[in-house]
């Protein structure tokens, strides 16, 4: 179970890095980290949500996946720390030197961190309401809050750049 769900958050890792070598930039290990650690979050919110779907289903497992509804409480578990370590590498790099060397005017960048944890903490909600499907990245890709808050994220990493 737990190769499923750390292949997944590779994998989406991994679309950093192509997106790099398409790009002729070299992602930085902060990038990496973040990536890897809200994406495992993602996966485990997708998991989490199949899961949810199963018991409302009257099904009490997954067909070759190894999980069972039993694991909802330990998949969210894993989800909102992964989610929440995702904003912890990311108040590290603001942290770093990296960061001066990069941006013109960072302290744009602190109001990312409760954004961030906003929007995880409310699809993990809504996931605990069962309001998300079995995909956050297409749900996320329809949710206005979401569309917003990512705009207004991208908005002041920009901000920070000038």
């Known amino acids: 179970m737990m190769i499923d769900i750390v292949t997944l958050a590779l994998l989406y890792t991994l679309r950093v ?6 790009t002729g930039i070299t992602p930085s290990f902060w990038l990496l980290g973040f990536s890897f650690f809200i994406f495992l979050s ?3 919110l997708k998991r989490y949500s199949e899961l949810y779907n199963l018991n409302a289903q009257g099904k009490d497992k997954t067909s070759g ?16 720390n992964s989610g929440f370590l995702s904003v912890l590498v990311f108040i590290l790099y603001f942290n770093s030197d990296q960061v001066l060397e990069q941006y013109s005017t960072p302290q744009f960048l602190l109001p990312v961190v409760p954004l961030i944890v906003f929007w995880l903490g409310r699809l993990w909600i809504l996931a605990y ?32 750049t000038f």
């Not at 890095?17 to 398409?22: E, I, P, W």
């Not at 890709?141 to 920070?160: E, N, P, R, Y």
């Open 17 to 22: 890095l192509g997106g790099g070598a398409a």
């Open 65 to 80: 996946r190894g999980y069972t509804v039993d694991d909802r409480t330990p998949v969210a578990a894993m989800g909102i």
């Open 42 to 44: 993602l996966a485990l």
């Open 129 to 160: 309401r069962g309001q998300v499907n079995e995909d956050p990245v297409l749900y996320v890709s329809k949710d206005k809050v979401s569309l917003m808050t990512i705009a207004a994220c991208v908005a002041l990493v920009v901000t920070a």
